[in-house]
Protein backbone atom coordinates (compact mmCIF):
# COMPACT_ATOMS: atom_id res chain seq x y z
CA UNK A 1 0.00 0.00 0.00
CA UNK A 2 1.33 3.47 -0.91
CA UNK A 3 1.47 6.34 1.64
CA UNK A 4 3.13 8.65 -0.80
CA UNK A 5 2.73 11.66 1.99
CA UNK A 6 3.49 9.89 4.92
CA UNK A 7 6.22 7.22 4.03
CA UNK A 8 9.29 9.13 5.02
CA UNK A 9 8.23 11.49 8.23
CA UNK A 10 10.23 10.37 10.87
CA UNK A 11 8.46 8.43 14.19
CA UNK A 12 9.58 11.34 16.54
CA UNK A 13 8.45 13.80 13.55
CA UNK A 14 12.39 15.56 13.38
CA UNK A 15 11.33 17.37 9.78
CA UNK A 16 13.28 16.36 6.81
CA UNK A 17 15.42 18.68 6.09
CA UNK A 18 16.21 20.21 2.67
CA UNK A 19 18.83 16.94 1.40
CA UNK A 20 16.77 14.62 2.97
CA UNK A 21 13.78 15.45 1.47
CA UNK A 22 15.61 16.04 -2.14
CA UNK A 23 17.18 12.47 -1.69
CA UNK A 24 13.27 10.88 -1.69
CA UNK A 25 12.68 12.82 -4.66
CA UNK A 26 11.82 16.12 -3.45
CA UNK A 27 11.50 19.29 -5.54
CA UNK A 28 12.11 17.15 -8.98
CA UNK A 29 8.02 17.75 -9.47
CA UNK A 30 8.51 21.65 -9.58
CA UNK A 31 11.47 21.18 -11.67
CA UNK A 32 9.32 19.63 -14.02
CA UNK A 33 6.20 22.03 -13.50
CA UNK A 34 7.70 25.58 -14.14
CA UNK A 35 8.56 23.69 -17.54
CA UNK A 36 4.99 23.65 -18.43
CA UNK A 37 2.53 26.32 -19.02
CA UNK A 38 0.90 26.99 -16.23
CA UNK A 39 -2.71 26.31 -16.62
CA UNK A 40 -1.14 22.63 -17.96
CA UNK A 41 -0.29 22.35 -14.19
CA UNK A 42 -3.37 23.58 -13.56
CA UNK A 43 -5.33 20.98 -15.88
CA UNK A 44 -2.75 17.67 -14.18
CA UNK A 45 -4.06 18.68 -11.03
CA UNK A 46 -7.98 18.76 -12.09
CA UNK A 47 -7.56 15.49 -13.40
CA UNK A 48 -6.38 14.05 -10.63
CA UNK A 49 -9.46 14.41 -8.59
CA UNK A 50 -7.92 15.91 -5.72
CA UNK A 51 -10.29 17.32 -3.42
CA UNK A 52 -9.71 19.99 -0.50
CA UNK A 53 -8.66 18.17 2.48
CA UNK A 54 -9.34 20.71 4.84
CA UNK A 55 -13.01 19.77 5.16
CA UNK A 56 -15.18 21.62 2.25
CA UNK A 57 -13.96 18.61 -0.51
CA UNK A 58 -14.20 20.88 -3.42
CA UNK A 59 -12.07 20.12 -6.71
CA UNK A 60 -8.17 21.46 -6.16
CA UNK A 61 -7.89 21.81 -9.25
CA UNK A 62 -11.03 23.94 -10.11
CA UNK A 63 -10.51 26.18 -7.60
CA UNK A 64 -7.14 27.18 -9.43
CA UNK A 65 -9.05 27.62 -12.29
CA UNK A 66 -10.51 30.28 -11.01
CA UNK A 67 -8.48 32.59 -10.60
CA UNK A 68 -7.97 35.25 -13.46
CA UNK A 69 -4.97 34.62 -15.65
CA UNK A 70 -3.27 36.50 -18.84
CA UNK A 71 -1.49 40.38 -18.55
CA UNK A 72 -4.31 42.14 -17.77
CA UNK A 73 -5.37 40.67 -14.43
CA UNK A 74 -5.02 42.36 -11.18
CA UNK A 75 -1.74 41.44 -9.37
CA UNK A 76 -0.11 40.52 -7.27
CA UNK A 77 -1.48 37.33 -7.10
CA UNK A 78 -1.39 35.35 -3.50
CA UNK A 79 -1.11 31.79 -2.80
CA UNK A 80 -1.65 30.65 1.19
CA UNK A 81 -0.94 27.14 2.69
CA UNK A 82 -4.33 26.82 5.45
CA UNK A 83 -1.79 25.49 8.37
CA UNK A 84 -4.75 26.51 11.01
CA UNK A 85 -5.89 23.51 12.40
CA UNK A 86 -8.22 24.20 15.06
CA UNK A 87 -11.15 21.82 14.12
CA UNK A 88 -11.60 19.83 17.64
CA UNK A 89 -10.91 16.34 17.08
CA UNK A 90 -8.75 16.99 14.09
CA UNK A 91 -4.70 16.43 14.33
CA UNK A 92 -3.68 15.61 10.46
CA UNK A 93 -2.20 18.51 9.78
CA UNK A 94 -0.12 18.69 11.94
CA UNK A 95 1.94 15.53 11.35
CA UNK A 96 2.43 16.91 7.82
CA UNK A 97 3.73 20.57 8.80
CA UNK A 98 6.34 19.06 11.58
CA UNK A 99 7.53 15.72 9.66
CA UNK A 100 7.84 16.85 5.91
CA UNK A 101 7.35 20.47 5.47
CA UNK A 102 9.38 20.49 2.17
CA UNK A 103 6.73 18.55 0.51
CA UNK A 104 3.85 21.14 1.70
CA UNK A 105 6.42 24.21 0.32
CA UNK A 106 6.89 22.28 -2.81
CA UNK A 107 3.18 22.07 -3.65
CA UNK A 108 2.75 25.66 -2.73
CA UNK A 109 5.44 26.40 -5.53
CA UNK A 110 3.92 24.26 -7.88
CA UNK A 111 0.32 26.03 -6.99
CA UNK A 112 1.59 29.53 -7.09
CA UNK A 113 3.41 28.64 -10.43
CA UNK A 114 0.16 27.58 -11.47
CA UNK A 115 -2.16 30.75 -11.11
CA UNK A 116 1.23 32.95 -11.17
CA UNK A 117 1.16 34.02 -7.80
CA UNK A 118 3.83 37.07 -6.86
CA UNK A 119 3.53 36.31 -2.58
CA UNK A 120 2.70 32.85 -0.55
CA UNK A 121 2.09 32.52 3.05
CA UNK A 122 1.74 29.37 5.11
CA UNK A 123 -1.05 30.56 7.88
CA UNK A 124 0.18 28.76 11.25
CA UNK A 125 -1.76 28.14 14.62
CA UNK A 126 -0.06 29.35 17.47
CA UNK A 127 -0.07 26.16 19.04
CA UNK A 128 2.16 24.58 16.78
CA UNK A 129 5.64 25.53 17.88
CA UNK A 130 7.14 22.32 16.33
CA UNK A 131 5.70 23.32 12.98
CA UNK A 132 6.47 26.46 13.18
CA UNK A 133 10.08 25.72 13.86
CA UNK A 134 10.19 23.07 10.98
CA UNK A 135 8.92 25.75 8.41
CA UNK A 136 10.79 28.44 9.41
CA UNK A 137 13.95 26.61 8.29
CA UNK A 138 12.57 24.90 5.65
CA UNK A 139 11.89 28.37 3.57
CA UNK A 140 15.18 29.33 4.33
CA UNK A 141 16.71 26.28 2.95
CA UNK A 142 14.27 26.30 -0.33
CA UNK A 143 15.54 30.01 -0.34
CA UNK A 144 19.47 28.93 -0.56
CA UNK A 145 18.64 26.32 -2.71
CA UNK A 146 17.05 28.63 -5.23
CA UNK A 147 13.37 27.41 -5.10
CA UNK A 148 12.05 30.62 -3.64
CA UNK A 149 13.23 34.31 -4.66
CA UNK A 150 13.91 35.63 -8.21
CA UNK A 151 14.46 32.28 -10.20
CA UNK A 152 12.76 29.59 -8.97
CA UNK A 153 14.23 26.53 -9.59
CA UNK A 154 16.23 28.42 -12.60
CA UNK A 155 12.95 29.61 -14.43
CA UNK A 156 11.58 33.19 -14.41
CA UNK A 157 9.26 32.97 -11.97
CA UNK A 158 9.47 34.54 -8.86
CA UNK A 159 7.68 33.74 -5.66
CA UNK A 160 8.35 34.87 -2.28
CA UNK A 161 6.94 32.80 0.57
CA UNK A 162 6.67 34.05 4.55
CA UNK A 163 5.23 32.14 8.34
CA UNK A 164 2.55 33.95 9.65
CA UNK A 165 1.92 32.92 13.26
CA UNK A 166 -2.08 33.24 13.99
CA UNK A 167 -3.12 34.37 17.71
CA UNK A 168 -5.75 32.15 17.92
CA UNK A 169 -9.41 31.78 17.38
CA UNK A 170 -11.27 29.14 15.29
CA UNK A 171 -12.79 31.13 12.70
CA UNK A 172 -9.20 31.77 10.93
CA UNK A 173 -9.82 28.54 9.76
CA UNK A 174 -12.68 29.90 7.64
CA UNK A 175 -10.69 31.56 4.36
CA UNK A 176 -12.20 34.54 4.15
CA UNK A 177 -11.98 35.20 7.73
CA UNK A 178 -8.13 33.62 7.59
CA UNK A 179 -7.61 36.84 4.66
CA UNK A 180 -8.85 39.34 7.13
CA UNK A 181 -6.76 38.01 10.04
CA UNK A 182 -3.43 38.26 7.33
CA UNK A 183 -4.45 42.08 6.54
CA UNK A 184 -4.20 42.54 10.67
CA UNK A 185 -7.94 43.04 11.09
CA UNK A 186 -10.53 41.10 12.78
CA UNK A 187 -10.99 37.46 11.04
CA UNK A 188 -14.51 38.20 10.80
CA UNK A 189 -15.52 36.27 7.14
CA UNK A 190 -16.24 38.24 3.94
CA UNK A 191 -19.24 38.10 2.07
CA UNK A 192 -19.54 35.96 -1.03
CA UNK A 193 -19.06 36.74 -3.98
CA UNK A 194 -16.94 37.73 -4.56
CA UNK A 195 -14.72 34.76 -4.04
CA UNK A 196 -11.42 34.73 -2.76
CA UNK A 197 -9.62 33.48 -6.57
CA UNK A 198 -10.82 36.57 -7.91
CA UNK A 199 -10.68 39.12 -4.99
CA UNK A 200 -8.72 37.94 -1.88
CA UNK A 201 -5.66 38.97 -0.01
CA UNK A 202 -5.98 42.87 -0.36
CA UNK A 203 -8.44 43.12 -3.02
CA UNK A 204 -6.03 40.34 -5.07
CA UNK A 205 -6.82 36.36 -6.25
CA UNK A 206 -5.72 34.72 -4.24
CA UNK A 207 -6.06 30.79 -3.55
CA UNK A 208 -6.16 29.25 0.06
CA UNK A 209 -5.61 25.39 0.11
CA UNK A 210 -5.08 23.25 3.07
CA UNK A 211 -1.74 21.86 3.99
CA UNK A 212 -3.07 18.07 3.20
CA UNK A 213 -4.52 19.23 -0.29
CA UNK A 214 -0.66 20.79 -0.79
CA UNK A 215 1.43 18.05 0.36
CA UNK A 216 -0.42 16.16 -2.58
CA UNK A 217 0.56 18.27 -5.24
CA UNK A 218 4.17 17.25 -5.88
CA UNK A 219 3.21 13.87 -5.89
CA UNK A 220 0.43 14.31 -8.61
CA UNK A 221 2.93 16.31 -11.12
CA UNK A 222 5.55 13.89 -10.66
CA UNK A 223 3.89 10.64 -10.85
CA UNK A 224 0.73 11.61 -12.96
CA UNK A 225 -3.17 11.95 -12.30
CA UNK A 226 -3.48 8.22 -13.21
CA UNK A 227 -1.39 6.82 -10.62
CA UNK A 228 -2.61 9.10 -8.14
CA UNK A 229 -6.40 8.32 -8.72
CA UNK A 230 -5.28 4.29 -8.17
CA UNK A 231 -4.81 5.24 -4.93
CA UNK A 232 -7.76 5.70 -3.82
CA UNK A 233 -11.01 3.15 -3.29
CA UNK A 234 -13.06 5.14 -4.98
CA UNK A 235 -13.56 7.83 -8.10
CA UNK A 236 -12.10 10.75 -5.48
CA UNK A 237 -8.52 9.91 -6.41
CA UNK A 238 -5.52 9.72 -3.66
CA UNK A 239 -4.79 8.50 0.12
CA UNK A 240 -6.18 10.09 3.43
CA UNK A 241 -4.90 11.01 6.64
CA UNK A 242 -7.48 9.02 8.58
CA UNK A 243 -7.21 9.68 12.75
CA UNK A 244 -9.08 8.46 15.54
CA UNK A 245 -9.70 9.87 19.28
CA UNK A 246 -11.46 8.68 22.30
CA UNK A 247 -11.77 5.29 24.14
CA UNK A 248 -10.22 3.43 21.36
CA UNK A 249 -7.08 1.08 22.22
CA UNK A 250 -4.43 2.67 19.86
CA UNK A 251 -5.82 6.59 18.95
CA UNK A 252 -3.48 7.42 16.12
CA UNK A 253 -3.16 8.55 12.69
CA UNK A 254 -2.77 6.56 9.46
CA UNK A 255 -2.27 7.58 5.71
CA UNK A 256 -5.07 5.06 3.80
CA UNK A 257 -6.71 4.49 0.80
CA UNK A 258 -9.37 7.36 0.03
CA UNK A 259 -12.40 5.12 0.48
CA UNK A 260 -11.62 2.82 3.19
CA UNK A 261 -14.24 1.76 5.81
CA UNK A 262 -15.26 3.17 8.79
CA UNK A 263 -15.06 -0.17 10.29
CA UNK A 264 -11.58 -0.93 9.12
CA UNK A 265 -9.91 2.23 10.47
CA UNK A 266 -11.89 1.89 13.81
CA UNK A 267 -11.04 -2.03 14.15
CA UNK A 268 -7.87 -2.63 12.63
CA UNK A 269 -6.19 0.80 12.87
CA UNK A 270 -7.34 2.00 15.80
CA UNK A 271 -7.31 -1.62 17.40
CA UNK A 272 -11.17 -1.57 19.02
CA UNK A 273 -12.90 -0.21 21.39
CA UNK A 274 -10.84 -0.06 25.21
CA UNK A 275 -11.61 -3.18 26.99
CA UNK A 276 -14.71 -2.22 29.09
CA UNK A 277 -16.04 0.31 26.65
CA UNK A 278 -18.85 -0.35 23.63
CA UNK A 279 -18.82 1.60 20.40
CA UNK A 280 -21.95 3.94 20.10
CA UNK A 281 -21.26 6.61 17.34
CA UNK A 282 -18.35 8.49 15.73
CA UNK A 283 -18.28 12.34 14.41
CA UNK A 284 -16.09 11.04 11.34
CA UNK A 285 -14.81 14.07 10.41
CA UNK A 286 -14.09 16.18 13.41
CA UNK A 287 -16.19 18.15 15.88
CA UNK A 288 -18.65 19.87 13.10
CA UNK A 289 -19.95 16.57 11.04
CA UNK A 290 -22.72 14.52 12.38
CA UNK A 291 -22.93 11.51 14.29
CA UNK A 292 -22.93 8.18 12.41
CA UNK A 293 -23.71 4.90 14.53
CA UNK A 294 -23.03 1.14 14.53
CA UNK A 295 -25.14 0.69 11.51
CA UNK A 296 -22.87 3.33 9.56
CA UNK A 297 -19.59 0.70 10.23
CA UNK A 298 -19.49 -0.12 6.67
CA UNK A 299 -19.50 3.02 5.27
CA UNK A 300 -16.49 4.20 2.84
CA UNK A 301 -14.60 6.83 4.18
CA UNK A 302 -14.67 8.98 0.94
CA UNK A 303 -16.72 12.45 0.34
CA UNK A 304 -19.84 11.07 -1.90
CA UNK A 305 -20.60 7.78 0.59
CA UNK A 306 -20.25 9.98 4.18
CA UNK A 307 -22.02 12.25 2.40
CA UNK A 308 -24.78 9.52 1.63
CA UNK A 309 -24.83 8.58 4.62
CA UNK A 310 -26.05 11.78 6.15
CA UNK A 311 -22.42 12.88 7.59
CA UNK A 312 -19.31 14.73 5.83
CA UNK A 313 -15.86 13.26 5.53
CA UNK A 314 -14.49 16.75 7.10
CA UNK A 315 -11.22 15.95 8.28
CA UNK A 316 -11.06 12.41 8.14
CA UNK A 317 -10.26 12.30 11.82
CA UNK A 318 -12.83 10.18 13.22
CA UNK A 319 -14.11 11.03 17.13
CA UNK A 320 -14.99 8.23 19.21
CA UNK A 321 -18.22 8.28 21.65
CA UNK A 322 -18.34 5.08 23.87
CA UNK A 323 -21.20 4.03 25.74
CA UNK A 324 -19.49 5.18 29.11
CA UNK A 325 -19.86 8.67 28.09
CA UNK A 326 -22.87 11.06 27.37
CA UNK A 327 -23.62 12.28 24.19
CA UNK A 328 -25.65 15.28 25.79
CA UNK A 329 -22.59 16.12 27.47
CA UNK A 330 -20.47 15.35 24.12
CA UNK A 331 -22.50 17.81 22.18
CA UNK A 332 -22.64 20.23 25.13
CA UNK A 333 -18.84 20.31 24.95
CA UNK A 334 -19.13 21.16 21.50
CA UNK A 335 -21.43 23.48 21.01
CA UNK A 336 -19.78 25.57 23.65
CA UNK A 337 -16.89 25.70 21.67
CA UNK A 338 -18.70 26.48 19.02
CA UNK A 339 -20.20 29.60 21.12
CA UNK A 340 -17.11 30.62 22.47
CA UNK A 341 -15.28 30.45 18.90
CA UNK A 342 -18.22 32.31 17.00
CA UNK A 343 -17.13 35.85 15.61
CA UNK A 344 -20.34 37.60 16.23
CA UNK A 345 -20.55 38.74 13.07
CA UNK A 346 -23.63 37.61 12.11
CA UNK A 347 -27.23 37.06 14.82
CA UNK A 348 -28.06 33.82 14.49
CA UNK A 349 -24.53 32.52 15.29
CA UNK A 350 -23.62 34.88 17.89
CA UNK A 351 -27.10 34.72 19.50
CA UNK A 352 -28.21 30.92 18.76
CA UNK A 353 -25.18 28.58 19.47
CA UNK A 354 -24.95 30.42 23.34
CA UNK A 355 -28.76 29.80 23.34
CA UNK A 356 -28.12 26.45 22.22
CA UNK A 357 -25.17 25.78 24.49
CA UNK A 358 -27.24 26.89 27.71
CA UNK A 359 -30.09 24.73 27.25
CA UNK A 360 -27.40 21.73 27.33
CA UNK A 361 -26.31 23.00 29.92
CA UNK A 362 -30.13 22.46 31.94
CA UNK A 363 -30.04 19.64 30.41
CA UNK A 364 -27.41 18.38 31.95
CA UNK A 365 -27.85 20.04 35.07
CA UNK A 366 -30.95 18.39 35.46
CA UNK A 367 -33.32 21.39 34.71
CA UNK A 368 -34.60 20.50 31.33
CA UNK A 369 -37.82 19.95 29.25
CA UNK A 370 -39.22 18.58 26.71
CA UNK A 371 -39.82 22.24 25.21
CA UNK A 372 -36.21 22.32 25.14
CA UNK A 373 -35.88 19.67 22.26
CA UNK A 374 -38.20 21.49 20.56
CA UNK A 375 -36.07 24.91 20.66
CA UNK A 376 -33.02 22.67 19.93
CA UNK A 377 -34.26 21.55 16.76
CA UNK A 378 -35.42 24.92 16.10
CA UNK A 379 -32.16 25.49 16.57
CA UNK A 380 -30.69 23.78 13.64
CA UNK A 381 -33.07 25.15 11.27
CA UNK A 382 -32.25 28.60 12.31
CA UNK A 383 -28.59 28.14 11.87
CA UNK A 384 -28.98 26.30 9.02
CA UNK A 385 -26.67 26.40 5.89
CA UNK A 386 -27.69 29.54 3.81
CA UNK A 387 -28.76 31.51 7.43
CA UNK A 388 -25.66 32.83 8.00
CA UNK A 389 -22.40 34.61 7.09
CA UNK A 390 -20.26 31.63 6.99
CA UNK A 391 -19.73 27.71 8.13
CA UNK A 392 -19.59 27.80 11.32
CA UNK A 393 -22.81 27.83 12.50
CA UNK A 394 -24.34 25.58 10.48
CA UNK A 395 -21.07 23.16 11.08
CA UNK A 396 -21.87 23.14 14.76
CA UNK A 397 -25.68 22.42 14.52
CA UNK A 398 -24.24 19.37 12.17
CA UNK A 399 -23.39 17.24 15.67
CA UNK A 400 -26.93 18.42 16.99
CA UNK A 401 -28.92 17.80 14.84
CA UNK A 402 -27.96 13.52 14.60
CA UNK A 403 -27.65 14.18 17.93
CA UNK A 404 -31.01 14.69 18.49
CA UNK A 405 -31.64 11.61 15.64
CA UNK A 406 -29.75 9.15 17.15
CA UNK A 407 -30.15 9.56 20.99
CA UNK A 408 -32.65 11.59 21.45
CA UNK A 409 -33.85 8.99 24.38
CA UNK A 410 -31.07 9.76 26.19
CA UNK A 411 -32.07 13.36 26.03
CA UNK A 412 -35.37 12.57 27.35
CA UNK A 413 -33.67 10.37 29.66
CA UNK A 414 -32.17 13.77 31.15
CA UNK A 415 -35.45 15.44 31.45
CA UNK A 416 -37.28 12.83 33.24
CA UNK A 417 -34.56 11.84 35.86
CA UNK A 418 -33.76 14.72 36.59
CA UNK A 419 -30.38 14.27 35.81
CA UNK A 420 -27.16 13.24 34.02
CA UNK A 421 -27.76 9.58 33.67
CA UNK A 422 -24.30 9.21 33.25
CA UNK A 423 -23.36 11.29 36.56
CA UNK B 1 3.28 67.07 30.97
CA UNK B 2 4.86 64.44 29.79
CA UNK B 3 3.36 60.82 29.66
CA UNK B 4 6.53 58.58 30.27
CA UNK B 5 6.34 55.69 26.99
CA UNK B 6 6.32 51.88 27.83
CA UNK B 7 7.85 51.09 24.36
CA UNK B 8 12.00 50.86 24.14
CA UNK B 9 13.48 52.15 21.01
CA UNK B 10 14.09 48.43 20.33
CA UNK B 11 10.67 47.33 20.37
CA UNK B 12 9.10 50.23 17.65
CA UNK B 13 12.20 49.68 15.29
CA UNK B 14 10.89 45.83 15.57
CA UNK B 15 7.36 47.29 14.91
CA UNK B 16 8.35 49.65 12.43
CA UNK B 17 10.23 46.31 10.70
CA UNK B 18 7.29 44.83 9.78
CA UNK B 19 4.95 47.16 8.57
CA UNK B 20 7.50 47.64 5.85
CA UNK B 21 6.91 44.48 4.67
CA UNK B 22 2.39 45.39 4.46
CA UNK B 23 1.05 47.57 1.73
CA UNK B 24 -0.85 49.13 4.45
CA UNK B 25 0.46 50.56 7.90
CA UNK B 26 -2.91 49.05 9.69
CA UNK B 27 -1.90 45.26 8.41
CA UNK B 28 1.03 44.88 10.82
CA UNK B 29 -1.51 45.30 13.32
CA UNK B 30 -1.30 41.70 14.75
CA UNK B 31 2.12 41.09 14.29
CA UNK B 32 2.88 44.18 16.09
CA UNK B 33 0.51 43.19 18.92
CA UNK B 34 2.55 39.68 19.32
CA UNK B 35 6.21 41.77 19.50
CA UNK B 36 4.47 43.88 22.34
CA UNK B 37 3.61 40.64 24.42
CA UNK B 38 7.18 39.15 23.69
CA UNK B 39 8.49 42.33 25.60
CA UNK B 40 5.86 42.91 28.09
CA UNK B 41 3.90 39.57 28.48
CA UNK B 42 0.74 41.75 27.97
CA UNK B 43 -0.82 44.52 25.79
CA UNK B 44 -1.65 47.44 28.33
CA UNK B 45 -3.76 50.84 27.55
CA UNK B 46 -0.68 52.38 27.49
CA UNK B 47 0.61 50.25 25.38
CA UNK B 48 -2.39 50.07 22.76
CA UNK B 49 -2.36 54.17 22.79
CA UNK B 50 1.21 54.38 21.91
CA UNK B 51 0.79 51.54 18.77
CA UNK B 52 -1.98 53.07 17.12
CA UNK B 53 -0.11 56.17 16.90
CA UNK B 54 2.76 53.92 15.09
CA UNK B 55 0.06 52.48 13.19
CA UNK B 56 -1.86 55.68 12.58
CA UNK B 57 -5.21 53.90 13.69
CA UNK B 58 -7.38 54.79 16.36
CA UNK B 59 -6.86 52.90 19.60
CA UNK B 60 -10.37 51.74 19.14
CA UNK B 61 -9.33 49.47 15.86
CA UNK B 62 -6.54 48.66 17.44
CA UNK B 63 -8.50 47.38 20.99
CA UNK B 64 -10.88 45.53 18.38
CA UNK B 65 -8.18 43.53 17.08
CA UNK B 66 -6.60 42.79 20.31
CA UNK B 67 -9.38 41.46 22.04
CA UNK B 68 -10.80 39.67 18.92
CA UNK B 69 -7.55 37.46 19.25
CA UNK B 70 -7.79 34.75 22.19
CA UNK B 71 -3.91 34.73 22.48
CA UNK B 72 -3.05 38.65 22.51
CA UNK B 73 -3.13 39.01 26.68
CA UNK B 74 -5.28 42.15 27.32
CA UNK B 75 -4.26 41.81 30.98
CA UNK B 76 -1.35 40.83 32.63
CA UNK B 77 -0.46 37.50 33.06
CA UNK B 78 2.07 35.66 35.11
CA UNK B 79 5.75 34.29 33.53
CA UNK B 80 4.42 30.98 33.06
CA UNK B 81 0.78 30.69 30.90
CA UNK B 82 -0.92 27.09 31.06
CA UNK B 83 -3.04 26.24 27.69
CA UNK B 84 -5.56 23.35 28.79
CA UNK B 85 -7.39 21.81 26.07
CA UNK B 86 -11.03 22.05 26.89
CA UNK B 87 -12.21 20.27 23.71
CA UNK B 88 -14.70 16.89 22.65
CA UNK B 89 -11.87 14.44 22.53
CA UNK B 90 -9.73 15.53 25.83
CA UNK B 91 -12.96 15.95 27.25
CA UNK B 92 -14.24 12.64 26.77
CA UNK B 93 -10.29 11.28 27.84
CA UNK B 94 -11.34 13.46 31.51
CA UNK B 95 -9.25 16.84 30.80
CA UNK B 96 -11.89 17.86 33.92
CA UNK B 97 -9.98 15.84 36.14
CA UNK B 98 -6.87 17.58 35.08
CA UNK B 99 -7.97 21.17 34.99
CA UNK B 100 -9.79 20.41 38.54
CA UNK B 101 -6.65 18.98 39.76
CA UNK B 102 -4.58 22.31 38.44
CA UNK B 103 -7.24 24.84 40.36
CA UNK B 104 -6.99 23.04 43.04
CA UNK B 105 -3.26 22.77 43.76
CA UNK B 106 -2.54 26.33 42.04
CA UNK B 107 -5.68 27.55 44.26
CA UNK B 108 -6.71 29.94 41.00
CA UNK B 109 -9.47 29.70 38.35
CA UNK B 110 -9.62 30.39 34.94
CA UNK B 111 -7.73 33.45 34.05
CA UNK B 112 -6.20 33.92 37.35
CA UNK B 113 -2.53 34.51 37.89
CA UNK B 114 -1.23 33.04 41.28
CA UNK B 115 0.59 35.13 43.65
CA UNK B 116 4.15 36.12 43.04
CA UNK B 117 2.74 35.85 39.40
CA UNK B 118 4.39 32.28 38.69
CA UNK B 119 1.10 30.76 36.97
CA UNK B 120 -1.86 31.88 34.80
CA UNK B 121 -4.47 29.46 33.31
CA UNK B 122 -6.03 29.79 30.67
CA UNK B 123 -8.23 27.40 28.54
CA UNK B 124 -7.64 26.64 24.92
CA UNK B 125 -9.49 25.25 21.92
CA UNK B 126 -8.47 21.44 20.94
CA UNK B 127 -4.33 21.31 20.62
CA UNK B 128 -4.54 19.22 17.66
CA UNK B 129 -2.93 16.40 19.18
CA UNK B 130 -6.73 14.44 20.21
CA UNK B 131 -4.86 10.53 19.82
CA UNK B 132 -2.79 11.82 23.15
CA UNK B 133 -5.27 13.32 25.07
CA UNK B 134 -5.59 15.03 27.61
CA UNK B 135 -3.45 17.78 26.52
CA UNK B 136 -1.93 21.20 27.46
CA UNK B 137 0.64 23.81 26.35
CA UNK B 138 2.63 25.92 29.23
CA UNK B 139 4.69 28.99 27.43
CA UNK B 140 5.50 26.60 24.52
CA UNK B 141 5.84 23.20 25.54
CA UNK B 142 2.98 20.18 24.82
CA UNK B 143 2.11 18.23 27.37
CA UNK B 144 0.18 15.16 26.27
CA UNK B 145 -1.24 11.89 28.16
CA UNK B 146 -1.47 13.83 31.17
CA UNK B 147 -2.90 12.25 34.51
CA UNK B 148 -3.21 14.09 37.62
CA UNK B 149 -0.16 11.91 39.15
CA UNK B 150 2.07 13.31 36.23
CA UNK B 151 0.90 17.04 36.70
CA UNK B 152 2.78 17.72 40.26
CA UNK B 153 6.05 17.02 38.15
CA UNK B 154 5.40 18.82 35.37
CA UNK B 155 4.44 22.23 37.23
CA UNK B 156 7.93 21.77 39.20
CA UNK B 157 9.58 22.48 36.04
CA UNK B 158 8.70 26.24 36.28
CA UNK B 159 9.80 28.10 38.17
Not at chain 1, 11 to 26: A, C, I, Q, V
Not at chain 1, 69 to 96: C, H, Q, W
Not at chain 1, 190 to 210: E, H, M, Y
Not at chain 2, 120 to 128: E, F, Q, V, Y
Request: proline share 5%; glycine share 10%.
Amino acid sequence: MEKPLTEHIRNDHTWLTLKEYEKTGGYQALRKAVKLPPEEVTKRVKDSGLKGRGGAGFSTGMKWGMVPMGKDVPTPKYFIANADEMEPGSFKDRLLLEGNPHQLIEGMIIGAYAIQARFSFVFLRWAYHAAAKAITGAIREAYEAGYLGENVGGSDFQLDMSLHISQGRYMCGEETALLNALEGKRANPRAKPPFPVVSGLFGKPTIVNNVETLSNVPHIIAKGADWFMKLSKTDEGGTKLYGASGRVKKPGLWELPLGISLREILEEHAGGMQDGYELKGVLPGGGSTDFLTTEHLDVAMDYTSVAKSGSRLGTGTVIVLDDKTCPVGMVSNLEHFFAQESCGWCTPCREGLPWTAKILDALEAGNGKMEDLEVLTFQTHYMAPGNTFCALAPGAMEPLQSALKYFREDFERHIHEHKCPWK
Amino acid sequence: MTVEKIFKEKEIREIQEIHRHFPVKSAACIEALKVIQKHHRWVSDEAVRELAEILEMSPEAIDSVATYYSLIFRRPVGRHVILICDSVSCWIMGYEKIVDYLKNKLAIGYGETTPEDRFTLLSIPCLGTCDRAPAMIIDEDLHQDLTTEKLDKILEKYE
